[in-house]
């Protein structure tokens, strides 16, 4: 049986390769709400990684010192956006079709056991599979960060987005609501977020903030959103202040830490 998340993968570069289409050089060159980055700094991004794990290196690029890069993961990342931020748009497109091609063949080349071999994650030591699941995780996020600057909102639903929405609860929530917001001892935070299907997230803070298996029948705040602002808030893109302007956030209980959760919902790098 084919490895489901090869499937998952071509879903996303197959729906960045449409989204990204017909798009003029002013589109191309819009700001998204990833610092520094313009719609074609993602497609540039996305082909870098892809290219790394092809076994290929970015060429040299002066990448100044742009105040969002702040770490080595950075540094990598900026050098492959250096490098095709004075070329065509067209040009980034047609060369992350190739990349991608060339990523499909190869993972559907790869046996069964390399799927389950340990090794590097951004995570962490782990299994490939794991690395591909980010790798959907990732490309997932800069896909709607560019449908946000094109004001072309979409691809919410559906399973690439519902893995990439499903991995916040469990690597990120219990992180937000424990150490960012500093939950106090013996509070809940419940995640509501609305669509198909929905998704509900508890967080108890007993000792150490835990994800738990049902939400408690009297949390200390609920937060009620849909799947937009629910990934812009964890992924960094949105804060307390945008998030209730964008899309739709009700805080239920008590109010205040529930805004100092949304405040710091941001958990990627």
């Avoid at 890069?69 to 050098?79: C, L, M, S, Y």
């Avoid at 903030?209 to 939400?215: E, G, N, R, S």
């Avoid at 808030?233 to 209980?253: E, I, S």
Wanted: proline letters at 8%.
């Amino acid at each position: 049986m084919p490895e489901p998340l090869i499937n998952l993968l071509a879903a996303v570069w197959t729906d960045t390769l449409v989204l990204a289409a017909d798009l003029t050089e002013d589109e191309w060159n819009r700001s998204t709400d990833c610092p520094g980055w313009s719609v074609k700094d993602h497609v540039a991004h996305m082909i870098g990684t892809e290219n790394m794990l092809e076994g290929e290196q970015p060429p040299p690029a002066d990448i100044g010192d742009a105040a969002h890069v702040r770490n080595d993961i950075g540094t990598f990342n900026e050098q492959w956006v250096a490098v095709y931020r004075d070329r065509p748009g067209k040009q980034a497109l047609d060369d992350f079709r190739v990349i991608t091609d060339r990523r499909l063949a190869t993972l559907r080349a790869l046996p069964a056991e390399e799927w389950e071999k340990e090794g590097f994650t951004p995570e962490g030591p782990g299994p490939y599979r794991q690395f591909m699941e980010i790798r959907v995780f990732d490309c997932w996020f800069h896909d709607q960060d560019m449908r946000e600057a094109l004001n072309r909102q979409g691809f919410l639903e559906g399973p690439a987005a519902d893995l990439s929405l499903g991995r916040i609860p469990p690597k990120g929530l219990p992180y937000v609501v424990g150490k960012k917001a500093g939950a106090p001892q013996g509070s809940s935070v419940v995640f509501d977020v609305t669509g198909a299907p929905p998704i509900v997230a508890a967080i108890s803070v007993e000792g150490r903030a835990a994800l738990l298996d049902a939400p408690p029948a009297d949390p200390t705040t609920t937060l009620t959103m849909d799947r937009r602002t629910f990934g812009r808030l964890a992924g960094g893109r949105w804060n307390g202040d945008t998030g209730p302007v964008a899309g739709t956030v009700q805080v239920g209980g008590d109010v205040e830490l529930g805004n100092r959760v949304l405040d710091n919902m941001a958990f990627t790098i």
